[in-house]
């Protein structure tokens, strides 16, 4: 994860120094790059919680919640950030 944050961060410091140059298809080289490196990062975090919420659909069917609810936690988890991602779709409790 490491090299794939270096290179975004690469990446990003050549598309400030494509566009300062005005040099407008190396900018669009980079940012298709950068556009690239992000959807290969989704697609690894989605994999990831994929199967972590199987796992933990396998334990629930087993009857074993207290094994199957870490697993839930950690698929919940934005790889990027490393925080707990927003709940989408719950509204707040009334008062």
Known sequence: MQL?????AEAAAAARDERAAGHTRGL????????????????????TARALTDLAETLL????????????????QDPVRGERRPARGVSAPLA
């Open 61 to 76: 069917a087993a009857e074993e919640p207290a094994a199957a609810l870490p697993l839930t936690d950690e698929a919940d």
């Open 28 to 47: 669009a080289s980079v940012v298709e790059f950068l556009g690239l490196l992000r959807l290969r990062q989704w697609r690894e975090a989605y994999n």
């Open 4 to 8: 794939r944050e270096e290179a975004g």
